[in-house]
C-alpha cells in the first residue's frame, strides 16, 4: 500500500468497531443503522473514490476493495451498502473518461459532463447514492434486464417502474436509477437519474426479509410518474454503453469489491472459529477442541477455502488496476465471470466449516457462524450463480476454438 492508501485506510479501521458493535442487532432488526450514514459521512469515506480535484479521498479500486474487505469483517451489511453507494462514483468517471476518449459529439460533451461533475461532487459533499439497477424483469439474455421507463415531458423526464433490489432504500439521499427511454430497444436507450428519495411517486417497496445481509435495507422501490427534471439526468442516447466500453472489467467495473466485502465476512468467522476452538478445551484430556481431528480436517479446509478467495481475489484486483493494464479486457471480463463464483463459493465453505466446527450451541440465528452463513449464502446467488458464469466461459473458450477451426485451406488440398 502506498502512504496515501494507508492514510484512507486508517479512516475506515476508525469506523470498524462501530460497524461491528451494531452488526448483531441490525441483523436481528433486518434494519440498516441509519446512525452509519453520519459515521462513513464524518470521516470523509463517501468520496472514498472519488479524485481530489473534485473534493473526494482520491482512492480507486484498490481502497474500494480493502474497505468492504475490511468492513466485511465487522458488519457485511454495511459493506455491501457502502460498495453499492460507491459503484455510483463510475457513473461519474467512466463518462468523463468517454468525453477524454472522444467517444461524445461536441454538443453532448456539456450535458455528458455536468451530470458526471455532479455524480462526483455530490458524493463527495457526503451525499449517499444508492445504486438501483436490478429489477425482477427478466430476460433470457441478459443479467440485468432495465424494463423501467423515461418518457420526455417539459423540462425533464417521467419514469415509471420498480427497481427489485437496492441497498439503502429509504436510507440513501438519492437513488442512482437506470431507466431506458422510452422508443429504445436496446441498450443505447439507458439512462441514468438522480431520484430524490423523497420525490412524489417514488414508494419502498414491501420490507426485505432476505436470508441474509438482512441490514442492507435492499428493499427496493417503485417509481410512478416519477418528474426528474433534466439538469438530474444523463439521458444522451448511448451514453450509457459509451461509459461501459471505458470500464476495465466487467459491467461498470468495481464488481470485486462485492465479492472482497464477503472475503471480509469469511475471515471473521474464520479467525472467530480458531479463537473458540482453540480456547476451549476438553475435559477429560485438557487439550484445545481445535486439536481433535475432525476440528483438524475442518480447519485445514476452511484454510484452504479462504486461501482460495484470496488468491482469485488479488489476482482479479491485480488484472484490473495494473498499469500499464496487462491482460486484454476481454479477459479480464471472463476472469470475472469464474472468480465471483470462485470467490463466493469458497467463502461460503469456510462458513459451512465454521458451522460444523461450532456444533449445535452455535447454530444459532444470531453469533458469528450463524450469521456469516447467512450472509455468505446470498454471495452465492447474488449477481449471478457461479454455474452461470461457468456456462459463459464454456461459451467463449468453446467459440473461440470453433473460430479458429474455420480457417483456409492449404493449397494442395483444393486441387
Ligand atoms: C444483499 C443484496 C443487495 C443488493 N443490492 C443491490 C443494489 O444496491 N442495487 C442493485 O441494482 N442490485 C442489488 N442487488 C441485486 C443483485 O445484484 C441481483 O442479484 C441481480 O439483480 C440479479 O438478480 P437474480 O437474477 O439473482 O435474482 P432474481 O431477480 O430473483 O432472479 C430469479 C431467478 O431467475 C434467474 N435468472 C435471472 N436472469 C437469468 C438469466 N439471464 N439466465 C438464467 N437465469 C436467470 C436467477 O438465477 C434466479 O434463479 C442486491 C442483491 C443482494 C442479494
Redesign the pocket.
Known sequence: MTDAERERAQRVDAVLPTLRAAAEEADRLAAFPTTHVGLLRDAGLLGLVVPEKFGGLGGTLRDLAAATYAMGTACPSTA?AFF?HNTSASRGLLPLEAIEAGLFADDEIPIVQSFAEKVLTRMADGVWL?????E?V???????TIATTARKADGGWILQGEK????ATGVADYYLTSAKLAGYETAAGLATFFVPRDAPGVSVRAPWD?LG?RA?A?NGIRLDQVFIPDDEAMAVPGAFTKMLTMSRGSFVGNQLAIAAAYTGCAQHVYDETIAVTTAKTFADTGEPISSSPVHQVLIGEMTRHLQTAYLWLRYQLTIETAEPPFKPKQDVFTQWRLGKGAVTEACFQVALGAFKAGGTSAAAMSGVAGRALRDLA?GL?????AE?GMLEVARIVTEAKANELFTTAPTEAAR
Not at 130 to 134: E, P
Not at 138 to 144: D, E, G, L, Q, S
Not at 164 to 167: D, H, I, K, Q, R
Open positions: 455491501l453499492f444508492a445504486n438501483f439497477a436490478s425482477s427478466k430476460t433470457a439474455a441478459a443479467n440485468i427489485s433490489f437496492g441497498c432476505g445481509m442492507t435492499n446470498m446467488v447474488m449477481t449471478f450463480p452461470r
